[in-house]
């Protein structure tokens, strides 16, 4: 079992029909890139920095500085050997909290979170893009904005970026001047309006588990509401299919680094629509490309072609499960 899961590892992720699809890793910490090699990944799809800055009850709940995080994105990117690492800027805020966070805010995943928090807080922002650039003169690093919903935020995350690396020229550190800048796509007004900016960005990753939690109005973190937290609700579908037809246009790469990359039983419904990277904790990346490996992409796509055609959850359930049998 060991010697297959070591091929298994080596062996790219291509369809039966001759489809390559990149598989990254979610990680929280640097140390989280040792299993994401291990587990043969092309990369870190989503780094959550925001796990620097959480719980610093050890550092008098001071937030982490310019080297700290400096030296924390270098280990991933060391740690990478090469491959891209893709870091998000801080989304703090709702199901993930700062120490200092005002817990008395009545909507917070509708609040200040993610980049409308670093916009707020230049400087907060600014000391991270400086230790992200500085970082990326060791490697491939991508700068990932979450929460994006307006163009503007990105014009604003754009010119912040331009700044920190005038600031670091003129101090004679190094980074690398090409450096990619994409955004999430999670909330559904982004998805919605996604021609209009998306000659801005170098790439794009859509959140799922925030989309689906703005699109269907329910809380994620909410046990109330669970059930019906439905990750193919045909609205959901809609906009991933407006996010990878727009992306393909614009002729930017498009990943999923949102809950929907790691279940294996959605792999061939997303693989189908048209996304050629997924980004999942480590550990679900082995059954993942099982999947991909056993996978015909040309004979899903009259099956695909239906289930984008209904508005029937019903329907789209029944199909979406028929897929698993398609040889
Ligand atoms: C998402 O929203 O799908 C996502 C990947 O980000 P997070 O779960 O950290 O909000
Ligand atoms: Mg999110």
Not at 138 to 146: E, K, Q, R, T
Not at 191 to 198: G, I, R, S
Not at 281 to 300: D, F, G, S, V
Not at 304 to 310: A, C, M, V
Request: with cysteine.
């Amino acid at each position: 079992a060991r010697k297959k899961l070591l091929k298994l590892k080596k062996t790219p992720a291509v369809t039966l029909d001759g489809v390559e699809i990149t598989l990254l890793a979610n990680i929280e910490l640097p140390d989280h890139a040792i299993a994401a090699v291990e587990a043969g990944a092309s990369g870190v799809g989503l780094f959550r920095s925001e796990f620097l800055f959480m719980g610093r009850t050890g550092h008098a709940h001071k937030l982490p500085t310019e080297e700290e995080q400096f030296t924390a994105y270098r280990a991933a990117v060391q740690a990478m050997k090469g491959r891209p690492v893709t870091i998000r800027t801080l989304d703090v805020g709702a199901d993930k909290p700062l120490d200092t966070t005002d817990h008395n805010i009545l909507n917070p995943a509708l609040g200040l979170r993610a980049i409308r928090y670093c916009l707020a807080e230049p400087q907060i922002f600014m000391t991270q893009l400086r230790a992200m650039l500085r970082a990326s003169a060791f490697g491939p690093v991508h700068i990932l904005i979450p929460m994006m919903a307006h163009a503007f935020e990105i014009d604003q995350s754009l010119a912040m970026i331009e700044q920190a690396k005038a600031e670091l020229k003129a101090e004679n550190k190094k980074f690398d001047a090409d450096i990619h800048v994409g955004a999430m796509i999670e909330v559904p007004a982004a998805a919605l309006t996604l021609p209009l900016f998306v000659k801005k960005l170098d790439f794009l990753s859509v959140g799922t588990n925030d989309l689906i939690q703005y699109t269907l109005a329910i809380d994620r973190a909410d046990h109330e509401v669970a059930h019906l937290y439905n990750d193919i609700h045909p609205a959901i579908l809609q906009l991933l299919h407006m996010t990878v037809t727009a992306a393909e246009k614009a002729g930017i790469p498009v990943a999923i680094c949102g809950g929907m990359a790691g279940d294996r039983r959605l792999t061939r419904l997303l693989i189908g629509m048209g996304f050629r990277e997924l980004s999942m904790p480590a550990a679900l990346l082995p059954e993942i490309k099982q999947e991909i490996l056993n996978t015909n992409l040309e004979n899903l796509q009259p099956h695909i072609k239906k289930i984008l055609r209904s508005y029937d959850p019903q329907i789209i359930q029944d199909v979406v499960a028929s897929l698993a049998s398609v040889a």
